[in-house]
């Protein structure tokens, strides 16, 4: 979580360094701050809250002149958000900030307590500066390289020494971090998307590559070896985070999902070689967080029907299981960001079994797309809003790809071709998804419930109203109700009841029947047009396509009752778009 972003170049650095956190505030916005470094001094300010209200605070401080800054903006682990708590850090010479997390910072900050080094913040980072200083002996890369030695866990650490005023250094392990390259400048960042304004040249960094920058140029060494790595050059364009005229990130890019699945389409339905192909796998694991796991949910679906044994876990439980791996089992893992700390912790154990993984991601530049055996990208373009939208519908449509690979059936082919257009209709209904809304917005409790296919969508409908309007909403599978939850359902309750599987259609309406007896509103979301007072009917389509069709509109409702109370949509409240903790 966290982002971070570094500059060093001709310019004064406060305008980049604000720019660029703003493209990063998805990552966090509790609190921020930056440093700016001269001859004579390093300046800090911090603020907690959005980017807007350090930029506020900016605008009344006298800024030193200079060349060199650091910035972060912070979702909190440890310590809460305050501005002591917010980044950057200093202890001694050193100032730094810090993306990540260091497991074992208490055991280190007791040591450094013990030598008599005081500690001002609660913060896993500011420990991290002490270690360096304490290290610092005239020699940076050395006390660098020497701290880092002693940290268990993650980190991207962009580090300024108040001793080299014309050095900016960092470094990174399993953190993300990559170094922009300008002409004459140069940038340090969580993610391309926070310097694009400046450059689209970028270098990408492994574990423990420590980067030092001058006004000369940067050199990057490992264990004190120079290491060379070629200069990339990123297609994600400033069309990606422009808003397009939208309130919200969220709006634009769920309207752009019906030209983002043409685009794959064309892509993959005549060329279905250039998917990996699955039918020589037994068993399937499918694995992810958050939307991400839902994505698997519906996979699992798909893949059930193709014969193949599926199982499917959330990452933070699968990296902690005893896995007897059988021969010819696959690991999918699906991930928007490919930057997911659990999501990379169980792709590494499979690939440390000698384990097939397969990524489903949209960063092609992420850990996750690049330490896989094969990967699947779903070209998405960037996704700023935290709640996933677009990359939820492009990675379920490329599972349904696959399955149709492994088992292809007459009838899919055509009704892929209509999807688009079909997808296009269902979002144009804006008056519709409001009415709906409005039945929503006052609620305090919601139920989405649904029977195989259905219940995955009910999850994802579920989690993404929560998590963008902060009504309480669970999803249950039709039939568990009964089994204890039902004594929730009353007069002030709204159920959406999600039906488009065939086979257990009559069952989840009778399930929707139930919870209209004990007092609840429904809102019955399926292919059949029926008696309720609330429904959405979806076109019918091909089953393995028909989740396309349903989750648009839940996201869309979820965005319609966020906008109607007000919420902060595209940045909720505690969440962070990549979890690069566990
Ligand atoms: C966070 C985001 C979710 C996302 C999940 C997994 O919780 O808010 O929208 O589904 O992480 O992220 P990933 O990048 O691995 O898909």
């Known amino acids: 979580m966290c982002g971070i972003i570094g ?273 020589k796998y037994k068993h399937i694991h499918i694995v992810g967080c958050g939307s991400a796991f839902y994505v698997g949910m519906i996979g699992k679906n798909f893949f059930e029907e193709d014969g193949i044994d599926v199982s499917i876990d959330v990452a933070s439980e699968y990296r902690y299981r005893n896995i007897k791996y059988e021969k010819s089992t696959l690991v999918i893992l699906i991930s928007q960001s490919g930057e997911t700390a659990d999501t990379i912790a169980a792709m590494r154990m499979a690939n440390s079994k000698g384990i097939d993984t397969l990524a489903i991601v949209n960063t092609e530049t992420s850990t996750i797309a690049r330490e896989s055996t094969y990967k699947v990208l779903i070209e998405a373009g960037k996704e700023i809003a935290v709640a996933t939208t677009k990359a939820y519908i492009l990675q379920v449509l490329i599972l349904s790809l696959l399955s149709y690979k492994i088992k292809p059936d007459s009838n899919y082919m055509n009704d892929l071709l209509s999807l688009p257009q079909l997808l296009k209709v269902q979002l144009d209904k804006t008056g519709f998804h409001k009415k709906m809304a ?62 488009t599987d065939e086979v257990t259609h009559d069952k989840t309406l009778s399930n929707l029947e139930e919870v209209i007896a004990r007092g609840a509103t429904p809102i019955y979301i399926g292919t059949d047009k029926l008696k309720y007072k609330n429904q959405i009917i979806i076109p019918k389509i091909h089953k393995k396509l028909q989740p396309l069709l349903v989750v648009p509109s839940l996201q869309l409702i979820a965005y319609y009752v966020a906008y109607k109370k007000g919420c902060s949509i595209d940045k909720p409240r505690n969440l962070a778009k990549s979890v690069t903790v566990e």
Not at 140 to 159: D, F, P, R, V
Not at 451 to 469: P, V
């Open 438 to 499: 409005d039945k929503v917005y006052r609620k305090k409790d919601v139920f989405f419930i649904g029977r195989r296919i259905d219940y995955a969508i009910a999850l994802e409908g579920s989690l993404k109203l929560k998590e963008i309007s902060y009504i309480h909403s669970e999803a249950y599978q039709a039939g568990e109700l009964k089994h204890g939850t039902i004594s929730l359902i009353d007069n002030k309750t709204v159920v959406f009841g999600i039906v």
């Open 7 to 279: 500059y060093l170049g001709p310019k004064h650095p406060k305008d980049v360094l604000l720019s660029g956190l703003k493209n990063l505030e998805y990552r966090g916005y509790d609190s921020s701050g930056i440093a700016l470094m001269n001859d004579e001094s390093i300046q800090i300010i911090k603020s907690v809250g959005k980017i807007s209200e350090l930029e506020e605070k900016i605008k009344n401080e006298k800024l030193i002149n200079s060349n060199i800054g650091i910035a972060h903006t912070r979702w909190a682990t440890h310590g809460k958000p305050s501005e002591i708590n917010a980044h950057p850090h200093s202890s001694g010479h050193i100032t730094l900030v810090h993306n990540g997390i260091i497991e074992n910072a208490i055991e280190i900050k007791n040591k450094l307590i013990k030598e008599n080094i005081h500690f001002n913040s609660d913060t896993d980072s500011e420990v991290i500066a002490s270690l360096i200083n304490k290290y610092y002996n005239g020699n940076m890369e050395e006390a660098i390289n020497k701290s880092i030695k002693e940290l268990k866990g993650s980190y991207a650490l962009l580090i300024m020494c108040d001793n080299e005023p014309n050095k900016l250094y960092a470094i990174r392990c399993e953190s993300p971090l990559i170094l922009g390259v300008g002409n004459k400048e140069y940038y340090v960042t969580s993610d391309i998307g926070a310097i694009l304004n400046y450059t689209n040249k970028y270098v990408l960094l492994g574990a423990n590559e420590l980067v030092t920058i001058d006004k000369n140029g940067y050199k990057i060494t490992k264990d004190n070896k120079k290491i060379v790595r070629e200069i990339n050059i990123s297609n994600i364009s400033n069309e990606d985070i422009s808003l397009h005229g939208y309130e919200h990130y969220m709006m634009k890019e769920i309207m752009e999902e019906p030209v983002l699945v043409n685009n794959l389409i064309k892509k993959y339905a005549n060329h279905l070689e250039l998917l990996p192909d699955l039918k």
